[in-house]
């Protein structure tokens, strides 16, 4: 066999090797229902919910409350299936959080709360095109 050969099937290898890895790490969304049975069967990865901060019949926001340091806070999410959830992020909030279209939060449950390791955020303003008016 050439050098060559023995290199290609080594670099192939290496890649298949990387895939398989990362593989474990790959995550879909799940409903805070999903996220509940898979934390009390015993998993300890991430899990990642989707959904949207409670509003109140005029469009505002409630729930959201400041932790006891003064830099952490909870709030209430609704997931996708319509389960409302309190949510934990011992973190400062992030920009635009309250302006945000839909929440995603990675992390996993401690006891009755889903306790935040980090949370993405899809504002609307960033996805819409401008309307121009001729």
């Known amino acids: ?3 060559s050969h ?4 080594v670099v192939i290898a290496a890649a298949v090797g990387i895939l398989v ?26 899990i990642h919910v989707v959904g949207q901060l409670k509003k ?7 729930g959201i409350e400041p932790g006891a340091d ?9 997931d996708d299936n319509g389960k409302e ?3 934990s992020y011992k973190e400062p909030m992030p920009a635009d959080f309250t302006k945000s279209e ?3 939060v990675i992390g996993s449950y401690s006891g009755d709360t889903f306790v935040a390791s980090k949370i993405l955020l899809k504002c609307p303003s960033k996805y819409q095109e401008e309307k121009v008016n001729v």
Do not use: C, H, P, W
């Open 56 to 62: 109140d019949g005029n469009g505002n926001i409630v």
């Open 21 to 46: 890895a990362t593989a474990d790490d790959a995550s879909s969304y799940v409903s805070f229902s999903e996220a509940y049975q898979l934390a009390s069967t015993g998993n300890q990865k991430d």
């Open 6 to 9: 023995i290199l290609i099937i």
């Open 102 to 104: 839909k929440v995603v």
């Open 70 to 78: 003064k830099v952490s806070f909870s709030f209430i999410m609704i």
């Open 85 to 87: 959830q309190k949510v």
């Open 1 to 3: 066999m050439k050098k």
